[in-house]
């Protein structure tokens, strides 16, 4: 629940500091004192976005602290999901500088603003006035039946499926898109696909039939210089090897005459052999290339054809040709058993769709069930407001198909008069009614969730009187189970409160004051009367205050 409150230079508040109870906390005041502007800056801290009128002096910063007791709701996995220290009383700071620029803070460590939103939803619920208007709204509708019926985790697992159902009909419909657009391209693939079968592509031959070509088309320059090679390494008595081996023998039998002969003669012998094995190559390369017109005609048409083929597929390697080739073939494929992959997806889709609308199926029977409980809680709680005759009823319809939280469409159907028959709430029900109904549904809401504080700004609005004081009664009956706060223009509401704090404007700027008993007699006797305050308005307000046990 919310501790303290401290807003500093936030729209007209200079600085407000107030400290609430644990129960039923009333706030009163004037229209335009600033009520509004205090549930602003709550919800600044819980995580609204900013507004250029935040800051009311732009030299310095705005800064909204409140100080939470969140032991016994439960929150330590979301604080430990969220990478923050879990502490009983938890601290929320948030900062908004000058340049407009955002900081928020949980127990002084930097968080985005989704995370003070997640936290601020597990503490506050915010009732403002135009939230009456909430009951045409049919989220707001299955919403609250299934926090009442309590399957809200069930809605969760079933969107799980519904939205994996989604998905999977929406990846059928591009499968069939795509298969629709490469049916329309099938004969075309089957062309290309045999034009790169009958090309036999591999890996490499381009480089190698290159090479051969060029030895091809230079086979007679090639063989004559071979050849001359040979002539000049073997020809009698004039070859170089004969002469060299003339000069090596001669070197080697001068003996110790002439030591150094020995030495160049071993350097000729290696010399002679390295020509030797040249001579040797020259001979098998020379015997080995020939130049053969059928053999270059054939390599020629197959680098011509092979470059060709890159040039119309705009590619310029070899491997980038045959990558193209593998892609075709699997496009064609895809084609040949793209049946079987759309079966097997319309197959998933009806498994999905299977599983969806059986926990639908379970998810209605709960809604059905505590259909019956708030129709007749609700109804309840509408005599002792004083419409005796109302008749309010929770209506769980089947929708016909299944929508992202079930296949139910929900009506809460309302009549003021047990003649009429009941028809939607948000048609038939005026101002007072609305708030009567919101305020019971408000009631079992915050029974059911378990929220440490519910704000309502206003709710009795439409009412008065006698119908006032029973709003005031259900009211300060709900905060002896959670904390309350009530922002009122009823006297008899203001007077159930625990405490009571009262909005006023004062040099142009917010202020906020908590009252004792003498200052509540005679805020809740102006709430009577109005500005001239009455000695009958002063005892009327004694009497709600001493009635109140207050």
Same mark, same amino acid.
């Given at each position: !629940?919310? +501790?303290?409150?401290?807003?500093?230079?936030?729209?007209?508040?200079?600085?407000?500091?107030?400290?609430?109870?644990?129960?039923?906390?009333?706030?009163?005041?004037?229209?335009?004192?600033?009520?509004? $502007?205090?549930?602003?800056?709550?919800?600044?801290?819980?995580?609204?976005?900013?507004?250029?009128?935040?800051?009311?002096?732009?030299?310095?910063?705005?800064?909204?602290?409140? $100080?939470?007791?969140?032991?016994?709701?439960?929150?330590?996995?979301?604080?430990?999901?969220?990478?923050?220290?879990?502490?009983?009383?938890?601290?929320?700071?948030?900062?908004?500088?000058?340049?407009? /620029?955002?900081?928020?803070?949980?127990?002084?460590?930097?968080? &985005?603003? %989704?995370?003070?939103?997640?936290?601020?939803?597990?503490? @506050?619920?915010?009732?403002?006035?135009?939230?009456?208007?909430?009951?045409?709204?049919?989220?707001?509708?299955?919403?609250?039946?299934?926090?009442?019926?309590?399957?809200?985790?069930?809605?969760?697992?079933?969107?799980?499926?519904?939205?994996? !159902?989604?998905?999977?009909?929406?990846?059928?419909?591009?499968?069939?898109?795509?298969?629709?657009?490469?049916?329309?391209?099938?004969?075309?693939?089957?062309?290309?696909?045999?034009?790169?079968?009958?090309?036999?592509?591999?890996?490499?031959?381009?480089?190698?039939?290159?090479?051969?070509?060029?030895?091809?088309?230079?086979?007679?320059?090639?063989?004559?210089?071979?050849?001359?090679?040979?002539?000049?390494?073997?020809?009698?008595?004039?070859?170089?090897?004969?002469?060299?081996?003339?000069?090596?023998?001669?070197?080697?039998?001068?003996?110790?005459?002439?030591? +150094?002969?020995?030495?160049?003669?071993?350097?000729?012998?290696?010399?002679?052999?390295?020509?030797?094995?040249?001579?040797?190559? %020259?001979?098998?390369?020379?015997?080995?290339?020939?130049?053969?017109?059928?053999?270059? &005609?054939?390599?020629?048409?197959?680098?011509? !054809? @092979?470059?060709?083929?890159?040039?119309?597929?705009?590619?310029?390697?070899?491997?980038?040709?045959?990558?193209?080739?593998?892609?075709?073939? %699997?496009?064609?494929?895809?084609?040949?058993?793209?049946?079987?992959?759309?079966?097997?997806?319309?197959? /998933?889709?009806?498994?999905?769709?299977?599983?969806?609308?059986?926990?639908?199926?379970?998810?209605?029977?709960?809604?059905?069930?505590?259909?019956?409980?708030?129709?007749?809680?609700?109804?309840?709680?509408?005599?002792?407001?004083?419409?005796?005759?109302?008749?309010?009823?929770?209506?769980?319809?089947?929708?016909?198909?299944?929508?992202?939280?079930?296949?139910?469409?929900?009506?809460?159907?309302?009549?003021?008069?047990?003649?009429?028959?009941? &028809?939607?709430?948000?048609?038939?029900?005026?101002?007072?009614?609305?708030?009567?109904? !919101?305020?019971?549904?408000?009631?079992?809401?915050?029974?059911?969730?378990?929220?440490?504080?519910? $704000?309502?700004?206003?709710?009795?609005?439409?009412?008065?009187?006698?119908?006032?004081?029973?709003?005031?009664?259900?009211?300060?009956?709900?905060?002896?189970?959670?904390?309350?706060?009530?922002?009122?223009?009823?006297? &008899?509401?203001?007077?159930?409160?625990?405490?009571?704090?009262?909005?006023?404007?004062?040099?142009?700027?917010?202020?906020?004051? +908590?009252?004792?008993?003498?200052?509540?007699?005679?805020?809740?006797?102006?709430?009577?009367?109005?500005?001239?305050?009455?000695?009958?308005?002063?005892?009327?307000?004694?009497?709600?205050?001493?009635?109140?046990?207050?």
């Amino acid at each position: !629940m919310l +501790r303290r409150l401290t807003v500093e230079n936030y729209a007209l508040i200079e600085r407000l500091d107030m400290e609430l109870d644990q129960h039923l906390n009333i706030i009163t005041g004037e229209t335009g004192a600033g009520k509004s $502007i205090l549930l602003g800056a709550l919800g600044l801290l819980l995580g609204n976005k900013n507004d250029s009128g935040t800051i009311g002096d732009t030299s310095r910063s705005c800064v909204i602290e409140g $100080i939470f007791d969140v032991a016994g709701y439960g929150l330590e996995e979301l604080f430990e999901r969220n990478d923050l220290d879990y502490e009983a009383q938890t601290v929320i700071r948030r900062m908004i500088s000058p340049a407009g /620029k955002s900081r928020a803070f949980v127990n002084d460590v930097p968080v &985005q603003l %989704a995370v003070l939103r997640e936290l601020g939803a597990h503490l @506050i619920d915010i009732h403002s006035q135009h939230q009456n208007q909430i009951l045409a709204d049919e989220a707001f509708r299955v919403r609250s039946l299934d926090t009442l019926a309590g399957s809200s985790e069930q809605v969760a697992a079933y969107a799980g499926v519904f939205g994996a !159902m989604r998905a999977a009909e929406r990846e059928l419909q591009r499968m069939e898109s795509e298969a629709e657009a490469m049916r329309r391209d099938e004969e075309w693939l089957r062309y290309q696909v045999a034009e790169f079968e009958a090309a036999q592509l591999r890996d490499g031959e381009l480089a190698e039939a290159e090479g051969e070509l060029s030895v091809l088309e230079n086979a007679d320059r090639i063989i004559e210089a071979l050849t001359s090679l040979r002539n000049a390494l073997d020809a009698d008595q004039i070859g170089v090897l004969e002469q060299l081996a003339v000069a090596e023998n001669t070197l080697a039998h001068l003996g110790d005459s002439y030591p +150094r002969g020995a030495e160049m003669a071993a350097r000729l012998h290696s010399v002679v052999s390295e020509l030797k094995d040249i001579g040797a190559s %020259a001979a098998d390369e020379s015997d080995r290339i020939e130049a053969d017109p059928e053999r270059l &005609q054939r390599l020629t048409d197959r680098v011509n !054809m @092979i470059y060709s083929m890159c040039q119309k597929h705009r590619v310029s390697t070899l491997g980038e040709l045959m990558a193209v080739g593998d892609d075709l073939a %699997a496009r064609l494929n895809l084609i040949q058993h793209g049946d079987e992959a759309l079966a097997a997806q319309r197959v /998933k889709i009806e498994t999905l769709r299977r599983e969806a609308s059986e926990r639908a199926s379970r998810i209605r029977r709960m809604r059905e069930e505590a259909s019956l409980r708030v129709s007749a809680g609700v109804a309840a709680m509408l005599v002792k407001l004083g419409m005796p005759e109302a008749r309010f009823e929770v209506v769980v319809e089947d929708a016909g198909e299944l929508l992202p939280t079930g296949g139910d469409r929900i009506r809460f159907m309302f009549t003021a008069n047990g003649r009429m028959a009941p &028809q939607p709430v948000e048609r038939v029900a005026s101002g007072g009614e609305t708030s009567r109904v !919101m305020l019971a549904l408000k009631a079992m809401l915050a029974e059911r969730s378990k929220l440490p504080t519910i $704000i309502f700004d206003e709710i009795d609005t439409g009412v008065s009187g006698r119908i006032a004081d029973a709003m005031g009664e259900i009211i300060s009956s709900l905060a002896e189970r959670m904390q309350v706060v009530d922002i009122t223009h009823l006297p &008899q509401v203001a007077s159930k409160g625990d405490t009571h704090f009262v909005v006023y404007k004062e040099q142009g700027r917010t202020n906020i004051g +908590r009252l004792d008993r003498e200052h509540r007699v005679h805020e809740i006797a102006k709430m009577l009367s109005g500005s001239t305050i009455t000695d009958a308005a002063l005892s009327q307000a004694s009497i709600l205050l001493g009635g109140a046990g207050r």
